[in-house]
């Protein structure tokens, strides 16, 4: 049971808007910047939402991050074939002392 | 160019040990702080431990306390994870990954650059 809970599983069709959630706790998301990761099949993470909402270069601006609380989101829009993945959301626990990640949300375009 | 290439996985029986290396190029080394990550076979990404620019703090999860060791040799550019009394939910695809901070348990950090990963097996 991972401490930062995502949805296993979203799908839309191309050239919608799609939210994943994230939710966590105090500790976490509560007092730290939450970080998402894109996976694409067979391949190696990659950064993709860095102190919430802030976009790494490269990184399409189609994808945006928020946080209020101990939520955080992430939003993809004009949907792409090339955006199926899985996507993680991750941050610092305090209380654990390390990080912590969302047990991934797989994302179908149709 | 950063690059990160992890190597050392392979088959091990239960209860023996692997060392995993991670050369890093492309970057001034210990600038950054370091971190492996692993995923299991059809499963989400776990944290497993992370090691500050300087060694001056680690960290591991729960569930490699006591059996696992980080350690960097910024000379060789390299980050290492000795790990001990392998077990069958050990195994996985192990990553090496950058910090963009100096530091561990910096909360506004992340992890900017990942190796591909080094597959690590535990079974009899």
């Known amino acids: 049971q991972s401490v930062l809970t995502q949805p296993p599983s979203v799908s839309e069709a191309p050239r919608q808007r799609v939210t994943i959630s994230c939710s966590g706790s105090?500790?976490?998301?509560?007092?730290?910047?939450v970080n998402w990761y894109q996976q694409l099949p067979g391949k190696a993470p990659k950064l993709l939402i860095y102190y919430d909402d802030l976009l790494p270069s490269g990184v399409s601006d189609r994808f945006s991050g928020s946080k209020s609380g101990t939520s955080a989101s992430l939003a993809i829009s004009g949907l792409q074939s090339e955006d199926e993945a899985d996507y993680y959301c991750?941050?610092?626990?305090?209380?654990?002392?390390?990080?912590?990640f969302g047990g991934g949300t797989k994302l179908t375009v149709l | 160019e950063v690059q990160l290439v992890e190597s050392g996985g392979g088959l091990v029986q239960p209860g023996r040990s692997l060392r995993l290396s991670c050369a890093a190029s492309?970057?001034?080394?210990?600038?950054?702080?370091m971190h492996w990550v692993r995923q299991a076979p059809g499963k989400g990404l776990e944290w497993v431990s992370g090691?500050?620019?300087?060694?001056?703090?680690?960290g591991y999860a729960d569930s490699v306390k006591g059996r696992f060791t980080i350690s960097r040799d910024n000379a060789k550019n390299s980050l290492y994870l000795q790990m001990n009394s392998l077990r069958a939910d050990d195994t996985a695809l192990y990553y090496c990954?950058?910090?963009?901070?100096?530091?561990?348990?910096?909360?506004?950090?992340?992890?900017?650059?990942w190796g591909q990963g080094t597959l690590v097996t535990v079974s009899s």
């Open positions: 090691n500050s620019w300087n060694s001056g703090r680690v």
């Open positions: 492309g970057f001034t080394f210990d600038d950054y702080a």
């Open positions: 105090s500790s976490n998301i509560g007092n730290n910047a």
């Open positions: 990954a950058r910090d963009t901070s100096r530091h561990i348990g910096v909360g506004f950090s992340s992890l900017d650059y």
């Open positions: 991750a941050v610092w626990d305090d209380s654990l002392n390390g990080v912590v």
